[in-house]
């Protein structure tokens, strides 16, 4: 089993377009948005691709902004980082005309099981399942604690065109750390 240390440590080491592990700010965001979309209009991929590119990243972002939990101190020497409250990872490699975004943070293991099944449910559905899935989602247009309406999966699904993969890092009885993994193209 890999280690979210050497997790860490090969997605600093992979050639990617943009790779980022520490604690996501609304500045950071802000940044990364920036940094990214300069690096897409480099990039002389189709447009749409660069699009479903850049709106996955959106909410790949929000995912990591809204639902990494604080992890203690344990964990921060597991990491060698003084920074690890709420540390998360992305990058995006492109391989030739697509791109693949990969996102990590903590979670809890409680919370583990409910992500789990949801994102089986959605890897599931096809395009017009997730459509209709998506509308009533927004139709219902409640939101959680967090602030978040339950969307971000199903769009990321649609966007992406492809099933999400995903995996969960158990640590220990109350932490687990996820990582998903979409393939744009």
Excluded at 99 to 123: A, C, H, M, P
Aim: glycine fraction near 4%.
């Amino acid at each position: 089993m890999e280690t979210i240390e050497q997790l860490y440590k090969s997605v600093k080491e992979e050639k990617a377009l943009f790779s980022f592990v520490g604690v996501v700010t609304p500045d950071v965001i802000s940044s990364v948005f920036y940094a990214v979309k300069s690096k897409l209009d480099e990039d002389e991929t189709a447009l749409k691709i660069k699009k479903r590119v850049f709106n996955i990243l959106v909410e790949c972002m929000q995912n990591l902004f809204h639902h990494t939990i604080d992890v203690d101190s344990q964990f921060a020497k597991l990491l060698k980082n003084n920074d690890v409250l709420k540390t998360s990872f992305f990058q995006i490699i492109q391989k030739g005309e697509s791109y693949e975004i990969t996102s990590g943070n903590f979670v809890s293991v409680q919370d583990e099981e409910n992500l789990k099944e949801r994102l089986e449910k959605i890897n599931a559905m096809d395009s017009e399942s997730l459509k209709e899935a998506y509308r009533q989602t927004l139709e219902k247009g409640s939101l959680s604690s967090k602030g978040t309406a339950g969307l971000g999966f199903l769009d990321i699904a649609r966007k992406s065109g492809n099933k999400l993969g995903f995996d969960f890092k158990h640590l220990d009885k109350n932490l687990s750390f996820f990582i998903l993994n979409i393939k744009i193209n």
